[in-house]
């Protein structure tokens, strides 16, 4: 096989979403993956190579990242600059990965359905293999991303994440791409029949995965994917089941479903120290959506930004990318995300970015990943008139 037959617009794309979607701990660490880093640092190069297009994605982050760049560097004398550098390096992966799409066709729909089935069976397998070493008593194999971490245990792990809410939420996205995916290619939305029939192990792979991790994330994750087999005769079915399944919930012995119960109990109260009380871990991200309800728009310094250095939370704070970079600059990011990869404003995955993301996509790999896989997805759905 030559150079050329590897290095093609297609494998590039790949390992693109690939290396975004998971995190191998033994190699890249916890917290900053080098290998990403440097392999962001070359895809403007790539850019240039395999696609030299101005394309909406290219135009829209200019935009949003030169607005940021500039209101901060105007107002503020000591900024975290590699706050910006890198939050530059996380749009140049995804101008590639949009460009190659996009402007270069590098994907027919059987190779993206093929590559999406690929990256949750991968989820699938590595969680296996981890309760499998997990019934051996071996907690460290780099390999399959078991570190010894102090909270590993059967019921609770990460697969190719960092941890079980990152899983939880890269496989939500994915199992959303494959079924949107599927319904273009069959020119309806595949019945529960179909998906249990023709894709068996990928569904009960992905719902054996997500109850597995021990994440309440998983639980909305699913709650949210279950809303795409909603039809209007099934409404009264689903919400009966709904409501069943709150009542005997708190005598089911599985915690990651009982925390959600709990949170979302407390959030139905809409008090911040509620929720806290009720869910620590979840507590920061329903907190964010309930202190909405506090920003301020008649503050002008909003608009603009508080600065990279700002320290926000506590009481009356809204999203802390807003008070530190400053609404225009936020609005610039939402733009680019509902242009670019956000199929509708009234969709799942608007529900997925509001529910599970906070309305924001962050310096953080397996965020963009997400933000890639639905780019594809919109690809996809408007180049079969289905939007």
């Known amino acids: 096989m030559s150079v050329q037959e590897i290095f093609t617009k297609k494998n590039i794309a790949s390992f693109s979403l690939i290396l975004m979607s998971v995190q191998i701990i033994g190699i890249e660490g916890f917290v900053i993956s080098m290998p ?15 696609s030299p297009k101005i394309s909406k994605a290219i135009i829209l982050s200019a935009i949003f990242w030169g607005t940021t760049f500039l209101l901060n560097i105007i107002q503020f004398e000591n900024q975290r600059l590699s706050t910006f550098y890198y939050t530059l390096m996380f749009l140049s992966i995804f101008c590639l ?14 190779d993206f359905l093929r590559l999406v089935k690929s990256v949750i069976f991968a989820y699938v397998v590595c969680l296996i293999l981890q309760q499998a070493s997990l019934l051996v008593g071996m907690r460290y194999i780099p390999l399959i991303n078991m570190m010894n971490q102090r909270w590993l245990s059967f019921s609770h792990l990460n697969s190719l994440a960092i ?13 959303y791409a494959f079924l949107k995916l599927v319904e273009i290619k069959n020119g309806r939305p595949a019945p529960i029949k179909q998906l249990f ?9 992905f719902l054996y995965t997500m109850f597995s991790i021990g994440s309440g994330t998983a639980m909305v994750g699913l709650a949210i994917l279950s809303l795409y087999f909603l039809k209007r005769q099934y409404v009264m079915v689903v919400v009966l089941a709904a409501f069943l399944l709150y009542l005997i919930a708190p005598h089911i012995d599985y915690e ?3 925390r959600a119960m709990v ?17 620590h871990s979840a507590a920061s991200r329903v907190n964010t959506l309930l202190s909405i309800k506090y920003t301020d728009l008649s503050d002008v310094q909003l608009w603009f930004g508080y600065g990279t250095e700002y320290i926000y939370g506590g009481e009356g704070k809204t999203l802390g990318v807003i008070y530190s970079k400053g609404l225009i600059s936020y609005l610039l990011k939402l733009l680019l995300y509902f242009s670019c990869a956000i199929p509708n404003i009234f969709s799942l995955a608007t529900l997925m970015f509001i529910l599970l993301f906070i ?14 896989v639905l780019s594809g997805v919109k690809y996809f759905l408007t180049r079969y008139n289905k939007l």
């Open 36 to 50: 990403k880093v440097v392999y962001m640092c070359l895809c403007p190069l790539l850019l240039l190579g395999l």
């Open 97 to 110: 990965f949009y460009n190659l799409v996009w402007e270069e066709h590098c994907y027919e729909l059987d």
């Open 163 to 175: 941890e079980p809410s990152h899983a939880a939420r890269v496989l939500t996205v994915y199992f």
């Open 197 to 205: 029939g023709e894709y068996r192990w990928l569904v009960l792979g």
């Open 256 to 258: 990651p479903l009982n």
């Open 263 to 279: 949170t979302l109990d407390a959030t139905l109260t809409m008090d911040e120290d509620e929720v806290r009380s009720a869910d």
């Open 359 to 372: 309305m924001d996509i962050g310096n953080v790999a397996y965020c963009f990943a997400c933000l890639m």
